[in-house]
């Protein structure tokens, strides 16, 4: 992935995420919204789920598929906040799961995993060092999960589109970029790799159970 297209991307991701905003806070029950800000995400991760032939997540994304299609046909919903609020938390839940499940003793840990197939192993060192930023990720997408919850409870909806759609793709920048640097900082050893390399990495086919307990 040349770094024009990836820099496109991010320009595309931003510019969506405003989009997302602007629609959940002015048109969150018309069918043509929820359409546009469902579908795409759907669309994505059944490419992704394609490319990793991933039987069961197929299946799942295609009944929300169905799903959507039937809200959109229907008119909408009664209360479609609910609907965007549990996109929201279920996906960083479920990315809390993958990751923190990939932490168990004897396991190579979700980030050590794409590390792994960016420089084709790895020492004990970079092990230890994945396995902390695997840590770090699943507690923010934790925090995440938790705070999208209170802040739907507590705080108006403009509020939670805001944490939703804005904050939310700017925390992660921000770890990603905090990570990268710190990372050469304290382990300027490391076999340096860009994010496009990483992104390569990690929609290729995850490597075997075997290969990762090595």
């Known amino acids: 992935m040349p770094n024009g297209r990836l820099s496109l991307g991010l320009l595309a991701a ?20 929820i359409a546009a800000l469902f579908g795409p995400l759907l669309l994505a991760a059944l490419g992704f789920a394609l490319r990793q032939r991933n039987g069961p997540l197929l299946a799942g994304l295609g009944f929300a598929l169905l799903g959507l299609y039937g809200i959109v046909a229907r008119g909408g ?4 906040n609910r609907l965007y609020v549990l996109q929201h938390a279920g996906i960083h839940f479920a990315l809390f799961v993958s990751f923190a499940a990939s932490l168990r003793p004897g396991r190579l840990s979700l980030i050590g995993g794409v ?20 840590r770090l990720w699943a507690g923010y997408f934790l925090a995440m999960t938790l705070a999208s ?11 939670w589109s805001l944490l ?23 382990h300027p050893e490391f076999e340096r790799a860009t ?11 995850p490597v075997n159970g075997d290969a990762a307990r090595r």
């Open 14 to 33: 931003a510019a969506y995420a405003v989009l997302s905003h602007w629609l959940m806070v002015h048109a969150a029950n018309q069918p043509w919204a």
């Open 77 to 80: 919903v009664g209360d479609v």
């Open 115 to 134: 590390a792994q197939r960016v420089h084709g192993g790895l020492s004990p060192e970079m092990r230890v060092y994945t396995g902390k930023v695997t």
């Open 149 to 159: 919850l209170c802040v739907y409870a507590l705080a108006p909806w403009s509020v």
């Open 164 to 186: 939703a759609n804005l904050i939310t793709p700017a925390l992660i920048a921000a770890l990603f970029a905090g990570e990268h640097l710190l990372r050469y900082r304290l």
């Open 195 to 205: 994010l496009a390399a990483a992104v390569r990495a990690y929609s290729q086919k």
